[in-house]
């Protein structure tokens, strides 16, 4: 397991650079390295609100020039790419490969290292993305996620209005918790580099879900009874452009639903890089049940 003895214990204090630092994930990691004495660096799209000991880089991870001044002084890197195609990641690949910082990058446990192809655009792009930043020497550690439990709040308004949750279809997976994600991926950025392992690590829930599963234990934690509605794929398609979404996000999203196989594995990667199990989706559940109220 890594060793990730708190820098404010030493005078070292590494400077960690976060991408997707505003989302579910992000801010959970964030939180942890200030905790850590870690000096933060957030590259964001938009300006955020200030945070003691974080600073903030406003830019988009495609501009060559702001991924450079947000490496200045970098030594560790939590990548996460945001679009649905990989070529507009060659200008950043190229800056990170003449920085050289260490790179963490968030995948996808869907990935099927066999396939010529994989199952849908979201999972492809993450296949790319490990790739190409393999091809350009940059030894990433790969942190493959299992589908965050975070997604959850998704359903937010509908739990507000009513029980029923209605939604696509989804394979089932090992639901994780985006705090034992977030343990991980410090204890990786923290890490000595003798005791680093690249991966992939594959970080899973205790426990294979799905979506009524996960409605179900939702209700659970709320004392209410909460029940999933599946919608056809081109129903669930013109709800979720009616709600705004880009097309293209819905389209993956979609061929997601219908083409992205079951996954029944679980695995003890969050304990062996967190130190400690990973929680179950009643733990998140109960823990954020304020959320849906």
């Not at 939590?78 to 920085?99: G, K, N, Q, R, V």
């Amino acid at each position: 397991m890594p060793d990730t003895t708190n820098p404010m214990n030493s005078p070292y204090r590494p400077s960690i650079l976060v991408t997707g630092a505003t989302g579910n994930l992000g801010r959970e990691i964030v939180d942890r390295l200030r905790t850590h004495g870690a000096r933060v660096r957030c590259l964001v799209r938009d300006q955020a609100g200030p945070r003691p000991g974080v600073e903030w880089v406003v830019g988009d991870l495609t501009d060559p020039g702001t991924v450079r001044e947000a490496l200045v002084g970098i030594d560790a890197v939590f990548l996460i790419w945001p679009l649905l195609d990989s070529a507009a990641a060659h200008d950043l690949i190229a800056e990170l490969a003449t920085a050289a910082p260490r790179v963490v990058y968030l995948s996808s446990t869907a990935i099927d290292d066999e396939a010529a192809r994989q199952s849908d655009p979201i999972v492809q792009v993450h296949a790319d993305m490990e790739a190409l930043l393999h091809d350009a020497g940059l030894r990433p550690v790969v942190l493959r996620s299992d589908t965050l439990a975070s997604n959850a709040r998704g359903w937010v308004q509908q739990v507000r209005e009513g029980d029923v949750v209605s939604g696509p279809e989804a394979a089932r997976t090992a639901v994780v918790d985006e705090r034992d994600v977030a343990d991980a991926a410090v204890a990786v950025l923290l890490a000595q580099h003798d005791q680093l392992d690249l991966g992939p690590h594959v970080l899973t829930g205790p426990e294979v879900l799905s979506r009524a599963d996960q409605v179900a234990r939702l209700g659970a934690a709320l004392r209410r009874d909460l029940r999933f509605h599946a919608l056809p794929a081109d129903l669930a398609r013109s709800r979720m452009l009616a709600d705004g979404r880009p097309e293209p996000l819905v389209d993956a999203l979609i061929t997601a639903s219908v083409w992205r196989p079951e996954s029944h594995r679980v695995t003890d990667h969050v304990e062996r890089l967190a130190g400690h199990p990973a929680g179950t989706f009643v733990r998140w559940a109960i823990d954020h049940a304020a959320e849906f109220n």
